[in-house]
C-alpha cells in the first residue's frame, strides 16, 4: 500500500477563512502572529495592517487595510463606503494619496 506525497506544513495549513483575504495575505497575517479570525479582531485591521507594512514594505496596498476591516465586518473591500475608506487611512497614520 502506497502512502500519499508528503507535503510542507504550509500547503497543509489551514487557511483562515476570512473573507477578502487570499493566500498571500493570509502568510502575512501569519508572519505577524496571527493564526485566527480571533487574533486579528484583537489586533484590528489597522493595527495588523502596520505590521504587515513594516515587514512588506510597498507591497502591502491599501486595498490589504480595507481588506483586513471587511473580514472583520463582513464587507467586501471594494464595497467599502469613501468615509470608512478615508477613516481606515486616518488610523493608520495615511494622508489621502499614500499607497494608492
Known sequence: MSRPPRTSAS???KRLGLPNLGPVSER???AIGVESEADLRAMGAVEAFGRI???EGR???LNLLY???GALTGQRWDELTPEVKARLRREAGLKEN???
Open 11 to 13: 500547503r497543509t495549513r
Open 28 to 30: 502575512w497575517l501569519r
Open 53 to 55: 507594512t513594516v515587514r
Open 59 to 61: 507591497a502591502a496596498s
Open 67 to 69: 481588506s483586513l476591516h
Open 98 to 100: 499614500d499607497r494608492e
